[in-house]
């Protein structure tokens, strides 16, 4: 993947919101121009060109196990740590889907907490850290649900964390925008819980004085090996971060320019960042970039969420390719990152509109999937995981 070219960049929206910069940058970075990459309408979720296995966990679905909606998944152990909202629990389950316990508990006692709006998974202490907006805290929890203590912080803009990645004694967090957050990125310390650094200004900013929040992608930030690479909103360029030095790392041709850093303004949504984000769905003139991102020991897959299509770069032979279908049971629609692993959440409203494919004829049923539809019911059961482990 390293196979790096030497080039004069043209950086778009450069982190800190600088927009287009007239100033060319002479960086070491990977370059794939849109006549190398392989335009391809589908991988399958068997795809042995790129994929080892696929496996369906069935998550179980008893009283004590049921939730409403996963917001974030953590994998250690061959366990995986479920947050739902709809019932303020983190769950554990185990490989097979197996219910295996609650971690803490809500209410107002010591080791209870009022709310989780994200975690993290501190693998070096084995101790799993929750973000409780309502106290300003992070309840500290063991792997196996023991309390351990609870640790104040000052920064409210914690309530907007959307994800978080533990490495190497830090805490990189993805966080949404609003009236009180305008930063993407934050690097904050596993042990106090405080900032570090912040990067990533979002482009579009609402008006001073407007209270919201604004929800734009999933996971753009990824920690593998000793990289951690994020994207920059509506770019088409993916860049490394590293003892607080941003630098661009890929840029992938996708055909279109990128946006000009001028192009919201005098525009209905300009101080609208939602609208602005599902504006850039539709746009035909311009790039939309990317917003997720996701790497493996050979991969890497980044994708506009909300769109079908994705872009897949194998960094062994820096083949690329453009998947213009990620709908199940088509490979690509992904949702957390582990090793080597992607993990995709199959809802109870996609498998409904799957069963409905599969009697009207338009999709054949795969035999491994076969005794999953036929006993799901998907007004009591928890949603499907299904995992893909990625050739290395």
């Known amino acids: 993947m390293r196979n790096s070219v030497l080039l004069f960049l043209l950086v778009t929206f450069l982190f800190g919101c600088k927009g287009t910069d007239k100033n060319k940058l ?4 990977t370059y794939i ?7 391809i309408e589908k991988i399958g979720f068997d795809d042995n060109r790129f994929i080892d296995s696929c496996t369906f966990v069935t998550l ?5 196990a049921i939730f409403g909606k996963i917001y974030q998944i953590g994998i250690h152990d061959d366990k995986y740590y479920i947050l ?6 983190v769950k554990v389950f185990d490989s097979t889907g197996k219910f295996l316990s609650n971690i803490g508990t809500p209410g107002e006692g010591v080791g209870e907490y009022h709310s989780i709006c994200s975690f993290v998974i501190n693998e070096k202490e084995n101790k799993i850290c929750m973000f409780d907006p309502m106290p300003s805290s992070v309840h500290e929890y063991s792997l196996d649900g023991h309390f351990l203590k609870k640790v104040k912080y000052s920064d409210e803009r914690f309530s907007c964390m959307e994800d978080a990645i533990w490495k190497d004694g830090y805490i990189y967090c993805f966080l949404d925008q609003s009236h009180f957050n305008s930063m993407m990125y934050y690097k904050i310390s596993d042990r106090d819980y405080s900032v570090i ?3 990533g200004e979002y482009p579009v900013k609402p008006e001073p004085g407007i209270q919201a929040g604004y929800s734009i992608g999933k996971h753009p930030i990824s920690c593998y090996g000793d990289n951690v690479s994020c994207i920059s909103l509506y770019s088409d360029t993916l860049y490394s971060y590293k003892e607080g030095e941003l630098s661009p790392f890929l840029l992938i041709e996708t055909g279109k320019p990128n946006i000009p850093s001028d192009y919201f303004k005098g525009k209905s949504f300009e101080f609208e960042p ?7 769905l539709f746009v035909e003139d311009y790039s939309p970039g990317f917003s997720s991102l996701y790497e493996t020991d050979r991969y890497i897959l980044t994708y506009f969420f909300l769109k079908w299509d994705y872009y897949l770069i194998d960094k062994q032979t820096n083949e690329a390719f453009h998947v213009k279908n990620s709908k199940f049971p088509n490979f690509g629609n992904i949702d957390y990152v582990c090793g080597n692993r992607l993990v995709e959440i199959f809802t109870q409203e996609e498998i409904d509109s ?6 009207s004829g338009e999709f054949q049923c795969p035999e491994c999937l076969k005794d999953i539809m036929e006993r799901y019911d998907s007004d009591n059961d928890n949603p499907i995981l299904v995992v893909y482990h990625m050739k290395k």
Request: proline fraction near 3%; charged fraction near 40%.
């Open 26 to 29: 002479d960086v070491d970075y």
């Open 33 to 39: 121009p849109s006549d190398k990459i392989t335009t």
């Open 60 to 64: 179980e679905s008893s009283e004590e």
């Open 84 to 89: 739902d909202h709809a019932t303020n629990r």
């Open 197 to 199: 650094d912040q990067w």
């Open 274 to 280: 939602q609208d602005a984000y599902f504006h850039m």
């Open 354 to 359: 799957y069963k409905e494919r599969i009697e």
